[in-house]
Nanobody, 120 residues
């Protein structure tokens, strides 16, 4: 019954911008940490940005100052505004919903992914 759906990916030139959206089930949006991960070919999946239900944010060092994560609780939607895009940002971006259970376990839900390609 939990569903995460991403949109907004595409092809953009270096220095350009994209805005990703993730629509989440209302049953989880209010209590789960929402985040964006990305995975490029030959590289490990990495956390790009996350936001708690209270609005606290965290960013990977590689995107600080360029990307902004936000959430609209009324719309059950999380956004990732990506500015000053670089070729190294090219990856499949995945929306994630995360709820810790204890210090060693958690519940995670994932979207299907959306391709972001930065190239001239």
């Amino acid at each position: 019954q939990v569903q995460l759906v991403e949109s907004g990916g595409g092809l953009v030139q270096p220095g350009g911008s994209l805005r990703l959206s993730c629509s989440a089930s209302r049953s989880i949006f209010s209590i789960y940490v929402m985040g964006w991960y990305r995975q490029a070919p030959g590289k490990q999946r990495e956390l790009v940005a996350a936001i708690t239900s209270g609005g606290r944010t965290n960013y990977a060092d590689s995107v600080k100052g360029r990307f902004t994560i936000s959430r609209d609780n009324a719309k059950n939607t999380v956004y990732l505004q990506m500015n000053s895009l670089k070729p190294d940002d090219t990856a499949v971006y995945y929306c994630n919903a995360h709820r810790p259970i204890d210090s060693t376990s958690a519940i995670d839900y994932w979207g299907q992914g959306t391709q972001v390609t930065v190239s001239s």
